[in-house]
């Protein structure tokens, strides 16, 4: 049965086309920088956000169909993965990532939820077998049910530790058997609501008790992927504890998982915490930490995670320039975590958006290639610190030196100021003339 | 000759006064848990924003006389000293804080500077040895001269590392000298203006080099105190690389500077972050690395450090539980880096100021206090994790247990929620009820 | 049948009582500056808050029962009556609000959901008729169905503004038929998520059309009360058109309608729109339209309408120093606009959080009305302009003076300067004892 | 003298340009939808960015050399001059704005002041002679001298009222003598620091009453142009009155003043208030009210005023899109309110900023011309609202209608809902494929 039978495969026409079921931008198979456009964007479908969000919001019902046709909750799940696979192989999608939830209904308990993940697991399998299409990575959802309303790691009932654990363990289970590259710790519920009842402390010891578990459990089971925490700073909690890329390294180090984790930098999360969407990955990428990328962006004047289809072009490009310098992706990809907005209710706005993300992500792939070809902002960064490379700057990066030996060479200086001008303003107009040049 | 004459000596006449020019408060020598609130609350005056910010601000030119009668720039910072150690003896303040700069002119190269330090600090010393005040914390002014307009520490030259590093030497020195208990490093312009120019990744090495360099020179040179980072998250740069707690002990584990440096906490700094004063000083506890505070509050609807002098006293009494909860203070104190509004311009409101921020934070300290010893939100918190002391929650908390056993023990559960509210409401009426009680 | 039989009627107990199920500022009969405390706070319940709100949140299902024992939705709803009553007796509290679609379920259509509305609306009539419990005010919920995804009053769809304006009708006939003393507008989805489809200038005048027809129906029809617009910057939509009290009187001015409207003022949308509350209270006082006030309150560090149940006594403080400054509430009160937290699940913290709530209010009119009797704020206010009663600051006033004139005023003033400080952390510190000291 | 002697005249050399000392989009003479570019974008030189700010910040003194050459305040004024019109000439730009401080010293009084103030001001108008640039607009500074440290015409002392209204006397003289198409009022300090010592009624009738005089005067003395009040919502003060478009046509609204005021709309003051920049055009467009532009941009990660050469296509292709809309500009332009980075220090950088500027809106400018070409976003807008045209649409836009026949006619729709989506993912496609390719 087809789902989407007035969506046709979408192929690449180029930036003239005025067919809206086609790539204006991403041309699947073109070589750039030595690698297919496929092989550089890796992308994927999110599941929880394509197959189930409905348009539901905090002031409304849902206004899209979800359901494909089926009643039962069994039902909508199997069809889901039809659909998906459908729309995953119109667009030309090779990979998705999905919660345990996202699959098969809750049922009342563990042992339900489990045994209709059992049966709706292999029919994920059997499409992936038959298409291709691979598991970027998997996850398990803490926070939606009551049961986690505390949290989940730092749940302060240890029953709901408990819970918490064995959800984590099937879905591991789940992932390996998918071949997934990736693990993901989305921290839900892990923050707090009010300090005056919380032992932060406790918490974060707890935490970082059940991902070291997790570990320990997905090595000893035939995970080899990477581990990754995606950094949030607040929304469904007042405060998130993985709240920037920073503090979830600080907590990393602290709790030595340097190792086994790595980030998966969400573009709405990163501005939420006031951060650029480059500034985490540039912070990622100096600490070997660059894993994945949840794929959206977020709307500066609100305040919440809007999640939207990623189509600012200076985003995507600066984005795949620091993908470009962190050589690529390894485990990781590029993970659409977007959602239609509510009023883009119909199944053709589900391609139409994808189309636009994709197309926005091709052009910043081929933007970021030619900023690198073009050279000018790299050699000027590079210029900038030569002084490091010879003299007192040498021997200051090699530890070769003391305050006093640079007390007494900066005495000598004089009125030294500095020469050289930042140009912030001349570098912005390359890049813009770079991009705008791109092809 | 006095500097404030018409300003008698600050007598804490309590809380039914209406004598502007009295503590209704602060009263020095009460004992509060132990110790008399002037052991528990250490303030320090800001030499910065006390004796020398004139109200200048980014739309309009100085309001405020700052020269206390002198024209040569040597005779305004030795009357400033007179002026300083008047106010500090009229308002029973007994720490101060400073800049470098603050103290001498800068003259026009570093040798000069520093010839004109030579002169002025021994003249603090002396009102210091004669008046018993003592300073806090010292540090050097990194920010301000041009020549750091990309930064100190992180500058792309190196010859302005070397000034930053000879500017240290000799703060260093004049702390030892003075006997003080800290040395503090704010980022100043420690960050990026845009990352197109930026290398972040060596710009954060060279950071952490200079700060190895300055504590091993401290150590070797008679500094027993307790080295501060101060974290900020913009302003004056776009990025402070030290943006908040959490950033900062990432940066310190992963340069291994745990054991020299603590936080300095600022309350409008952490507000700009994002967080609350309290979050800030939670994380610094918890990481053993609350090691003093910089008290001011911050406009939540205005996005930059306002610097105002503390009257909320609900940050100040959450503030001070934190305090007591830490075992008090340490090397640190309450420094006031707070300065007068631009139209509160008369010397007058300087005293009006600093009675206004001491008063807050003595009633928070009484507050406090009495939340502790009424005990009920502290017990409430207790006690939600008493399922971490026996059974599956004790194993966790010790490391005995596995992913597996945690997956058998949550099946076995059923359909298990959480028992117990949060109470936030409840515990913020309580916070109230007996924070409006306090006396 | 008793919904609450574990709680009893909540008294005032005193602010030493530790007893959670009691009052420890709200004593309703005490006279306050002429009047009884029930009197100047008229308390009012907001029934979606209340009695429907179930702890659902974007992350998460529900957590608390608000089914009160029914299974079908029409027995919910009747449920829910008795509920509301037996809580809103319990606490005291004189009002409730009401949007149409809290009384009863919507049906298929919108004939349905009037016949509901038929059945359970003259039971609610009942109850008041029994306890004297009264309605505030009543409006329509034209923004939780699909159909007002592009909103209601400005919804791209004419058919929609049609069911728009038919739900109105409704909610104002049931509005008269309870003899409410105010209906209120607030903007649900009348705004934008993108301009690129958006026409605002239309949009706006439809807005304008149907609130014109709402106000000469409801004339028409025996509604003497006032309409209030509930200003909102953002959430659900990117843009809300009523974004604070000074659009909303931009846009009743461009439209004629100051005579029949007045605003309602919400502290979580104030905060929201980067202002402060008492900011709203006082653009809305000094503009005669201050209407009624939605209590509640927002977190500064988070970007959503948290609708916390209001706690903070400067907050409470500086809103009841405007009600009485405006000579108290005519129409209006204080509805609690405000929800438990998702962890506070039990219908116990309902009434820990109202009594938290009122007790807040109960704190800040007697600290208010201290203010004002101790006067020094409000007298160095009024005596900050005293140069307007009297030569060319009386012909400012009055009008009767040229820029040339003072122009040959200001050029024999000399190098004139400013008098007087702005005191402001005097003035807060004032604030902090005068409060602090309030009973 | 020349002032920038390695500057050449700055020409159109095509995108493909590497030459950083030329145009790469402005092509001055080209001509786009019947106009030339300059026709169209009307630039203009702000003076107090240009010529006088030197890179202070509120953490250190200026980076940059705005003398010129001189010594004494009123050769360096005059030096600015030739500075000015030289700069200008080289970057081919018509117009600039002034303050009236920014011309000529302020001396020690009023009179001295525009003692200077004549002997400058004819060296301006024998250049603008010379070479054919003329005034966009001229503005009074009202807020760095400390006697407006309360306000100017919100200042509790009458006597600085008059001060500021003799300040704008001399100012509109001079914008008539130079020919100015415009006069604007920007709020400086209008606005308030803390509620608790502010009469806000009166601060706002006096602000009416020095803006009518100022009209008045205006009028009667030969100024033709518009007056413009250009919004801002915080900084210098805590709130400015201005607080953004909406306010301040509510605020024109209440005191008459629509038929002679207009706004002068600022990209970073826009996003200051939470807003876009493109919304503030379009609330001002309906309203009949787009005066002029200050061309610039902010960080959405910063809560100042950054002032920054605006370099975001989106954002200038949005904001021509508007202009376009209106008609064009009449009286006002595109003011660059914008500063270099204060690393970015040297001459050089002050012509390559503006040629950032001018680049990024002359390429918004073929944008947004390309996109109204294309059609398909506006003629999507157009058609969304099409059942407006005809039936119960018609009706309610014609005012034809009552809530009862709305009440009767949705009542016959029966389960009717939404059909459109509003396709905002596609619309934003199309934006980015049309923008890409605008040449």
Redesign the interface.
């Known amino acids: 049965m087809e789902f989407f039978p007035k969506i046709p495969t979408i192929k690449y026409e180029g ?2 086309s ?1 067919n ?1 079921l086609s790539f ?1 931008q991403y041309d699947a198979d073109k070589v750039i920088a030595g690698k297919t456009m496929r092989e550089h964007l890796k992308f994927s479908m999110a599941w929880w956000h394509t197959m189930i969000a409905d ?1 539901t ?7 899209m169909d979800k359901k494909f046709g089926a009643v039962s909750d069994m039902d909508v799940s199997k069809n889901r993965i039809s659909a998906a696979f459908e729309l995953m192989q119109k667009l030309g999608i090779g990979y998705f990532c999905f919660h345990d939830k996202d699959l098969a209904p809750e049922g ?4 339900s939820f489990h045994k209709n993940l059992d049966i709706v697991v292999p029919l994920v399998k059997a499409e992936m077998d038959k298409t291709g299409i691979k598991c970027l990575w998997g996850t398990a959802n803490l ?8 949290g989940a790691g730092t ?9 918490a ?6 879905a591991i289970d789940i992932t390996v058997y998918f071949g997934g590259d990736g693990y993901v710790f989305w921290g ?2 892990e923050g707090y ?10 918490e ?3 935490l970082a ?1 059940l991902l070291t ?2 570990r ?2 997905g090595r000893r089971n035939g995970f080899k992927g990477c581990f990754y925490i995606e950094p949030k ?4 909690t ?2 998130q504890y993985d ?2 890329a ?2 979830v ?3 990393l ?2 709790y030595n998982l340097m190792s086994d984790f790595k980030l998966n930098i969400e573009a709405n999360h990163a ?6 969407f ?2 985490e990955l ?2 990622a990428r ?2 070997d930490a660059l894993g994945s990328i949840d794929a959206n962006q977020g ?7 809007t999640d ?2 990623p ?4 985003d995507t490009t ?1 984005a795949m320039l620091e993908v470009l310098k962190a050589g690529g992706f390894t485990t990781g990809g590029l993970n659409f975590d977007a959602k ?7 199944h ?2 589900l391609f ?2 994808f ?3 994709m ?2 992500f091709a ?1 910043g792939l081929k933007a970021a290639d030619a900023i690198m070809k073009d050279g ?2 790299c050699d ?3 210029n ?2 030569s ?2 490379e010879s ?3 040498k021997k ?2 090699s ?1 070769d ?4 030996e ?2 007494d ?3 000598n ?17 390359i ?3 770079v991009m ?2 791109a092809d």
């Open positions: 930036k003239k005025k809206p204006k348009g919001d905090m002031f409304g019902v849902g206004t009342d308990d563990l042992a926070f939606s049910n009551p049961r986690y309303m505390h749940s302060c009932d240890a029953n709901i530790f408990a819970y654990a064995a959800q984590i363990k099937k839900g519920r609501d009010t300090l005056l009842n919380t032992d932060m402390g406790l974060l010891d707890n008790r578990l997790s320990d459990y700073p607040k929304e469904p007042k405060h709240f920037d920073s503090t390294l600080a907590f180090r602290k501005t939420l915490s006031q951060h650029t480059q500034h540039v912070v100096i600490n709307d500066p004047n609100l305040g919440w995670d939207q289809f189509t600012n072009v200076y600066l239609c907005r509510r009023p883009s209710m119909t053709e706005d139409l958006s189309i636009a993300g197309d926005s052009f000018r902002i000027f960064t590079k900038r610190y002084s490091y003299g007192i700057g200051i990066v530890g030196t003391t305050l006093e640079l007390y060479y900066a005495l200086l004089g009125e030294y100021n500095v020469k050289e001008s930042g140009r912030q303003e001349y570098l912005e107009d890049f813009n003339q705008l040049s």
